[in-house]
Every structure is written in structure tokens, then in C-alpha cells.
């Protein structure tokens, strides 16, 4: 059964630039969770997918941008990147586990650096 | 109101000792604490979940003890091995507006000495 996949792994971009980030959610899942986590903090909410619309938001702007497709994959973009912007985003796909409960799985993480 | 806080931000326990970390909430609408294990270069991984209509919950050497009164819940990692060595991080969940949020904790990495 696999896992949350992510790609890239690895990125380096320069200020200004734009970046795509890939994701396949675990079998099953239909919602995808985007979040990033910088270096020495937890994860932060970036934005949620279902059924191919953003259902809720985080505190990010809209150089943020995200997609579903009918597949349930997801990308994360990101537009004129800051040098704030380098940090580890990770993906997670929910579904409900047990107990009822709604679980969050995440991927590996695609890691950017922006200089 | 949407703050988990979750101390102490490292700590260095002795294999076989008993590592203790806590967390704290304010909304009492959260119904799903999880508690996620994380090594370097790997995404968070799901190590053991509660609901607050339960004290504790234990599974093998990792215990969730949760006090709804207090708001407060923590992991508690008996005989603790040096393959735990990790940053692990606490976060609390709820049904909101069509969906499921999560609130993650500032993560705590814990070293296991040898």
C-alpha cells in the first residue's frame, strides 16, 4: 500500500523564481493537506483540497496556490519566492482510521532552498 | 484559542529512562490529539492518537495520558532507546466548516544517549 508520495525531494531556486511541487495521496485518500515547516518549528496549515476545490486556508498569501486533480494528486505553487519561502512542505492525504477518527499521513517532504 | 503548546523544546534522556512530553490547548472544541514522530529528512509519522472521552492510552513502550479538565495531554515513551531519538510533535483536531483542522505543537526533539 503506498504511502503519500511527494516530488521533488530536493530544490534550489533563486528569489523571484516560481516553483511546482508534486503529490499522490495514500490509496484511498480523496483530501489532500498541504503544509510547510520551516527549519526547528512545527508544521503550518497552508491550504486543503477536496473534491478539486481549496476547502480551507491558512495564513498564507496568495503567492500560494494549490490544485487537485480528478485523480486526487495535488501540486503546490509558488509564485515570486522569497528567501523566507525555503522551508520543508510537506503533503498529507486524510482518511479516516481507527476509531473514526479523521488521520493525517504525510509524504517525505520536498525540500526548497531559495537563495 | 487555536495554539497548541508543547514543552520542553529538547530534551536528553538515558536509554531506559522515561521520556515525558507535554502539551496544552484552549479550544475545547478539539476531539483528536495525535502525537507524530519525526526523524531528519522524513516527514511526521503517526505514533499514537486520543480522544478526550479516554484517560490514557498505551501502546507498547508510547502512553498518552490526557486531562480534559486541565487541557492538557503528553507522551510518555517508557525504556526509551536510542532509535527514538527524534523530534516528535503533539496536535490537536477538529471538525470545522465542512472539514478537519489540525493544530500542530512547536515540536520537541529528544536525544537518548547510549
Known amino acids: 500500500d503506498a504511502g503519500v508520495t511527494q516530488s521533488p525531494t530536493h530544490l534550489i531556486k533563486t528569489r523571484g523564481q516560481q516553483v511546482t511541487l508534486r503529490c499522490s495521496p495514500k490509496?484511498?485518500?480523496?483530501?489532500v493537506s498541504w503544509y510547510q515547516q520551516a527549519l526547528g518549528q512545527g508544521p503550518q496549515f497552508i491550504f486543503q483540497?477536496?473534491?478539486?476545490?481549496?476547502?480551507q486556508r491558512g495564513n498564507f498569501p496568495d503567492r500560494f496556490s494549490g490544485h487537485q486533480f480528478p485523480n486526487y494528486s495535488s501540486e503546490l505553487n509558488v509564485n515570486a519566492l522569497l528567501l523566507g519561502d525555503s522551508a520543508l512542505y510537506l503533503c498529507?492525504?486524510?482518511?479516516?482510521?481507527?476509531?473514526?477518527?479523521?488521520?493525517?499521513?504525510f509524504g517525505a517532504g520536498s525540500r526548497l532552498t531559495v537563495l | 484559542q487555536q495554539q497548541v503548546k508543547q514543552s520542553p523544546q529538547s530534551l536528553i534522556v538515558q536509554k531506559g529512562g522515561i521520556s515525558i512530553i507535554n502539551c496544552a490547548y484552549e479550544n475545547t472544541a478539539f476531539d483528536y490529539f495525535p502525537w507524530y514522530q519525526q526523524f531528519p529528512g522524513k516527514g511526521p509519522a503517526l505514533l499514537i492518537a486520543i480522544r478526550p472521552d479516554v484517560s490514557e492510552k498505551k501502546e507498547g513502550r508510547f502512553t498518552i495520558s490526557f486531562n480534559k479538565s486541565a487541557k492538557q495531554f503528553s507522551l510518555h515513551i517508557m525504556d526509551s532507546q536510542p532509535g527514538d531519538s527524534a523530534t516528535y510533535f503533539c496536535?490537536?483536531?477538529?471538525?470545522?466548516?465542512?472539514?478537519?483542522?489540525?493544530?500542530f505543537g512547536t515540536g520537541t526533539r529528544l536525544k537518548v544517549l547510549a
Open positions: 490509496s484511498g485518500h480523496d483530501t
Open positions: 498529507a492525504s486524510s482518511g479516516f482510521g481507527e476509531e473514526g477518527a479523521n488521520v493525517l499521513t
Open positions: 496536535a490537536a483536531s477538529r471538525y470545522t466548516s465542512g472539514t478537519y483542522k489540525y493544530i
Open positions: 483540497y477536496y473534491e478539486e476545490e481549496e476547502r
